[in-house]
């Protein structure tokens, strides 16, 4: 099974990615290749066949190759809720969750992401367009760049204000002592329900599905285990840094991912599913409401309760 990673320094996907690391692929039988490629790429390359299945950190970026789910299933969930955050420089005066204090700041999110975090800003005050410089870093979406780790670079060069990544990039900039957590949606700092905009998860094209059913329940029987043993030890996430990632995300993991473990859960329910369209159906990236059924690969159901 070739599956195609939006990002490998990850917390977000890290289910996946320890799936594959420490063997629980392996053992369902499964003969996995993990390939970074970066953004939005990841959707084209899942479109054009060039890939079986993708870790996305945001099930929604499906819909720019896959109008209204046809074409793709989602099979497990790797994390549940909104996962990005917000990090500023950590000399900025700013009241931790302020949105309009955001205003005048040169800011950056990847593509896909920033539709959350554009929304964000509009249910907390801001024109999005107006009130704030967000820009595009230049090599962001290059096929081999974590964009968290990229951005906190960016910071740490003083090119921007701040970010909109996964924890892992956020910690990144908190480590170095150049950046600050300044909103982090599922944990409270919302003012809207864009922390109920999307999920990460693991969806399959439904060519796939129907040719190798048994190999995607394999998958998602990995994943679920690998959900399960980080919960009951989030200390083994240093063997899978050790391999993936640089030395400085390797120190960090263990404890993102004990923070993150309430949210490694891999059920989709109906409520997610709606409030992922009803999201959607605002940005314009949906053009009616889709039925559960349709979105979800529902014979992986039972096994996200095993």
Not at 61 to 67: A, H, Q, R, S
Not at 72 to 101: F, R, Y
Not at 109 to 123: C, M, N, S, Y
Not at 127 to 155: C, M, T, W, Y
Request: glycine share 8%.
């Amino acid at each position: 099974m070739r599956i195609a990673a939006v990002d490998l320094v990850s917390n977000t996907c890290f289910p996946a990615l320890a799936a594959y690391e420490l063997g629980f692929f392996q053992k369902e039988g499964l003969d996995v290749e993990i390939e970074l490629v970066a953004a939005l790429g990841a959707t084209r390359a899942l479109r054009d066949g060039n890939v079986d299945g993708i870790i996305a950190g945001s099930v929604f970026d499906l819909l720019t190759e896959f109008p209204d789910w046809k074409g793709t299933k989602l099979c497990v969930a790797l994390s549940q809720g909104t996962p990005w955050l917000l990090t500023i420089k950590s000399d900025l005066l700013i009241e931790s969750g302020n949105i309009i204090g955001l205003k005048g700041l040169t800011v950056t999110a990847a593509e896909g992401p920033d539709l959350v975090f554009k929304q964000l800003l509009r249910t907390g005050g801001l024109d999005p367009e107006n009130d704030l410089n967000i820009i595009d870093l230049p090599g962001a979406k290059e096929q081999n760049v974590s964009f968290g780790i990229f951005a906190a670079e960016a910071l740490s060069q003083g090119r921007i204000d701040g970010y909109w990544s996964n924890a892992m990039g956020a910690h990144t900039a908190v480590n170095r002592g150049v950046g600050k957590i300044h909103i982090d949606v599922r944990r409270g700092d919302d003012p809207g329900e864009v922390r109920y905009a999307t999920c990460a998860g693991l969806a399959i094209t439904d060519n796939y599905l129907e040719k190798e059913p048994e190999s995607v329940e394999a998958a998602v029987r990995a994943i679920v285990k690998a959900q399960r043993a980080l919960r009951s030890d989030p200390s083994i996430a240093i063997k899978v840094g050790e391999k993936l990632f640089p030395p400085e995300a390797t120190n960090l993991i263990s404890d993102i991912v004990n923070n993150d473990t309430p949210f490694y859960a891999p059920s989709i329910s109906r409520t997610t599913i709606q409030r992922i369209n009803a999201f959607a159906q605002s940005v314009g990236q949906l053009t009616k409401p889709i039925p559960y059924e349709y979105v979800v690969a529902e014979r992986c159901i039972p096994i996200w309760k095993e």
